[in-house]
């Protein structure tokens, strides 16, 4: 199964085990959404459960939030997170918002909102962002990013069923290029856990999503130079794992972060202050975050712009000989 | 054709002295054609609101409008900290949720008490959101006027404009789809329905065929930007042309009006599935808020004039024409309510403020170790100064007499601080002395 699919099948289960799950947004009805994440589902559950939107990312947060006010469970499509501005104050004014400002008297717990984000793809600035540290600032709303198929399904099955909104943001990347056994059967995975993918001794390596693959790649490059790295997946980053991270650090003394998104107040800011507050004294190293530059997300020089695997790589050389 | 040519008129059935207008002429003739069985149709007219019903109505625009008066009183004595006036609007705000069944959904802006109080949210409720107390449903998180009752259908009000006017198009979508006959009425002013948000709402519950009503107070002022600056066609009604709905423009201080076009509306969207718009025409008589003063930008004379059209003098007329009113009762009526407005917000003012703890839930639906750990961190810092956190410090059951003991020990702390600096070699000395009166660990 591709991550396509294995959404695809976590929407199926959502729906056929729940007749309350609603699905929504631009172009998700008979086409099916413009990657196909929610192909055939309009067939099987009716143009009431499974429709499209118009054009109205704002439009469509804000049903969304209402529905997810009078009990139902939507499931709304952002068709890529690069568009998700027009909704930030229907996402982070008001659903974050919801539960707490009513005194738990309104919740808008059942909301899930999916959107692709990422480079890569040659997208240019307007399909390659990942906007996740814009959110992370938003106390009341989770954000997961899977990396691979298994973790697509069992994510998305847990945050459609969390009682709180959550912020599901897909690799597109990944979408057809990630390819793995998927069980058939309805199953979650936690939200707020990070994954330890790999144990290491020498050094810890953080990221989510997409990136991952990148980290795993720079990790077997240092295995060549004897470097025994632990490689750790966030899977959600809000409310982060704050202990795994911390455990880990505080056994192999370094950290490198790595994410898609710009430097400058990108979520591995986040991460670097909170280990130098709790690990300070275990550190070896000083934290290295290998990012995307502060610019744009550019069209030709997306390679040069991305943190990729040798970039990593030096990071990884230049904690362990600091 | 520009927006020019269409010029929508205004529905209205009462006039200021109490009477009503008769039957229009189109109706008139359409009775004619059906067999000339009309008559004056005025004589013959049925109460348009029964007397019970009428009587409720009236009795919660004198509420809201006592408790205006009380309250914005109250904030110039410096015991609250802001208030918003239903003031003017009245009968747009109470006529519509009178027309309602209680258990369709409103979602309004925040000038809507008259709403909230006529589906039954008491005085004691009213006060304990706005001073905030342990007993105000939203735990003292908001400003005074943003009232929720889950009980009563009444979702809690959200600062960012318009923001709810696109979310009573997705819980409508729900209301049809668990197909219980209900209906959700959004409330917003002309000023909010310049936000993407107005525009988002109504394609949407246009296209998806929602049971929704759409209520614009067209009030004149967002603050002090007059309607004339706000838009340049002919009002908010025929932009639901634009989206396949239909619309209507009531006269927004004619309680009959709004009950009435309200009503129609309601069918419509519940029996159709259609939403609807109505734009209530009226008159914010009284300033935007506590913080506003319209003598800026608005003259006395311009008042005066939506004075003189009171849609609770309006309705009081027509009662007393009725026979179902008179002026003993509108006194009896002023003073039971007066007293009540300032009993229960005495009482509020003394309840104590929301627990500690309210701090970190609700955020989401269990607090993370993350929040919990920052909630100790905030009771270890007050155990440290709880004369400068009182209330927190009350919650967490400290005395009088400590607090008043570590304001104290706080002030010797900053007369130190301020006492002249000793000269050097004297202060060698003095550093090995305890620094706080041997309270140092």
Known sequence: MNMLQAINNALDIAMAANPRVVLFGEDVGVFGGVFRATSHLQDKYGRERCFNTPLTEQGIIGFANGLAAQGSTPVAEIQFADYIFPAFDQIVNEAAKFRYRSGDLFDVGGLTIRTPYGGGIAGGLYHSQSPEAYFAHTPGLKIVMPRNPHQAKGLLLAAIRDPNPVLFMEPKRLYRASVGEVPEADYELPLGVADVIREGRDITLLGWGAQMEVIEKAAALAEQDGIDCEIIDLRSILPWDIETVCDSVLKTGRLVVSHEAPLTGGFASEIAATVQERCFLYLEAPIRRVTGLDTPFPLVLEKEHLPDELKIYEAIKQSLNY | MTGDELCIPIFKRLRQDGTLYPVDAAQRQSDDARGGQSQDTTSIERDPIEREKALKIYRTMLFTRVLDERMLAAQRQGRLSFYMQCTGEEATVIGSAAAL????????????????????????????????????????????????????????????????????????????????????????????????????????????????????????????????????????????????????????????????????????????????????MTYRLAAHSSSDDPSGYRSKKEEAIWRDKDPILRMRNWLEAQGWWSEEEEKATGDQLRREVLESMKRAEKLAPPALDTLITDVYDTPTPLLKQQLEDVKQHIRKYPHAYPKGAASMGFTAQELEDSRKAHQERLQRMQSPKPVEGHQLVESHQPVDGGQTS
């Not at chain 2, 909230?116 to 001073?131: I, P, T, V, Y």
């Not at chain 2, 998806?208 to 004149?220: A, D, M, Q, S, T």
């Open chain 2, 101 to 280: 069944e209680d258990d369709d959904m409103i979602m309004a802006q925040y000038r809507e008490q008259g709403a909230l109080a006529w589906r039954g949210f008491s005085c004691d409720e009213f006060m304990n959101q706005m001073f905030g107390n342990e007993r105000d449903y939203g735990k003292g998180r908001q400003m005074p006027i943003h009232y929720g009752s889950r009980d009563l259908h009444y979702m809690t009000i959200s600062s960012p404009l318009a923001t709810q006017i696109p979310q009573a198009t997705g819980y409508a979508y729900g209301q049809k789809l668990a197909g219980k006959g209900q209906c959700t009425i959004t409330i917003f002013g002309e000023g909010a329905a310049s936000e993407g948000d107005f525009h988002a709402a109504l394609n949407m519950a246009s296209v998806h065929r929602v049971p929704c009503i759409f209520l614009c107070r067209n009030n004149g002022y967002a603050i002090s930007t007059p309607s004339c600056e706000q838009f340049a066609a002919d009002g908010i009604a025929p932009r639901a042309f634009g989206y396949h709905m239909q619309s209507i423009r009531v006269d927004g201080n004619d309680v009959i009006a709004v009950y009435e076009a309200t009503l129609a509306a309601r069918k419509i969207a519940v029996e159709t599935h259609q939403p609807v718009l109505i734009e209530a």
